[in-house]
């Protein structure tokens, strides 16, 4: 069990001074990880559009209309043809998502499976994104070799109905617990910039703090306002303040990789370097997540030089 800080005590914290927040999460970012270390993984979207979940964000709904070009499942083939330019390129973790509310048994999800074992077999981590799911799937997905399930929570309880009606919030809590459950590794962070206020944005990080034990890693998204979704006018958010969240995020979960997510493209070097500075130290590697668009690799690896930055060797990484 960990000591969560409460609501008000977390807000303080945000509204430290800069500099003083910023050394406060350093601090903590050190005693738990090497500083000029960044994990490297990289998405494959597997099954694109048609998502029956009507998320306002999110280009893959059904419910939006952004002329994006549905796709079935990818063979096993394609996958592991994918996962290994992924690890040539870089990549220490590949991360396959699915636009499924949730994942049923059945030829599908062999077939993920049958990705999983392959993925796995190369060396590298794997993570799976696939909606909802039971622990017994979540068991069978540990079993083909999956490290790491990815489900968010998007945003703070108080928010959520504003921006996902077609399934709930505590929906989501059960199915990281299904995870958990398992043995699998949670993966589970948010969004910024959907309209909610920064208050949304500390529930979010004292929600996610809460959970026992605490998510391995904490997905930071900046939106990308799609044409076509409800969110499309969205106004960016401030640099500054997503900066401070970055930094409670670290002080909150001292032993989470903090991954700077969507939304890097519209990021400057400068801002990302503060970033990491506030305690992130994992990205997503090559020019697409799921179906926006994200930095070139080439872009990336020189940000990382000019930084004097690498990749995280994982452990158990033989070269
Ligand atoms: N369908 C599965 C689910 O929702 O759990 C997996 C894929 S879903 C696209 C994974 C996450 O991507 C969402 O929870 C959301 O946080 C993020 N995401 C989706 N669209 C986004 C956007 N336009 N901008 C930023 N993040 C986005
Ligand atoms: C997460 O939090 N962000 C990634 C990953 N988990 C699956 C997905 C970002 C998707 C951004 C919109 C898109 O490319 O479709
Ligand atoms: Fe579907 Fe996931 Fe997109 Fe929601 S975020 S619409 S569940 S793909």
């Not at 962070?189 to 206020?197: D, F, M, V």
Request: glycine share 6%.
């Amino acid at each position: 069990m960990h000591n969560v800080p409460d609501l008000t005590a977390i807000r303080a914290l945000y509204d430290l001074p800069l500099p003083e927040l910023m050394f406060r999460a350093q601090t903590v970012h050190r005693q738990h990880h090497d500083p000029a270390a960044v994990q490297l993984c990289t998405l494959q979207s597997i099954k694109t559009g048609r998502c029956p979940e009507d998320c306002k964000y999110c280009p893959q709904s059904a419910h939006n209309s952004t002329g994006l070009q549905p796709e079935p499942l990818l063979d096993t083939a394609e996958i592991v043809a994918s996962a290994k330019r992924a690890q040539s390129g870089g990549a220490s973790r590949f991360c396959m998502g699915a636009a499924w509310r949730e994942v049923k048994d059945g030829a599908q999800f062999d077939s993920v499976l049958a990705s999983v074992r392959g993925v796995s077999s190369l060396g590298l981590e794997v993570c799976c994104t696939l909606g909802m799911l039971t622990e017994d799937q979540a068991g069978k997905l540990k079993d083909a070799g999956c490290d790491v399930y990815n489900h968010n929570l998007d945003t703070s309880r108080e928010y959520y109905p504003e921006i996902i009606t077609t399934r709930t919030y505590d929906e989501r809590l059960e199915t990281l617990a299904a995870a958990r459950r398992a043995g699998l590794q949670v993966c589970s962070g948010g969004i910024l910039g959907l309209g909610e206020a920064v208050d949304d944005r500390l529930k979010l990080l004292h929600e996610l703090a809460s959970l026992d034990p605490q998510p391995d890693s904490v997905p930071v998204n900046a939106l990308v306002a799609v044409e076509g979704t409800p969110l499309e006018e969205q106004a960016p958010v401030d640099p500054i303040e997503f900066v401070r969240v970055i930094a409670v995020a670290r002080i909150l979960m001292p032993r989470a990789m903090v991954r700077l997510s969507a939304g890097r493209t519209a990021m400057s070097p400068e801002l990302q370097a503060l970033c990491f500075m506030a305690g992130a130290n994992s990205l997503f590697l090559g020019d697409r997540l799921l179906t926006t668009p994200n930095p070139e690799r080439s872009t990336d690896f020189m940000l990382l030089e000019r930084l004097g930055m690498h990749p995280l060797t994982p452990a158990g990484a033989t070269a």
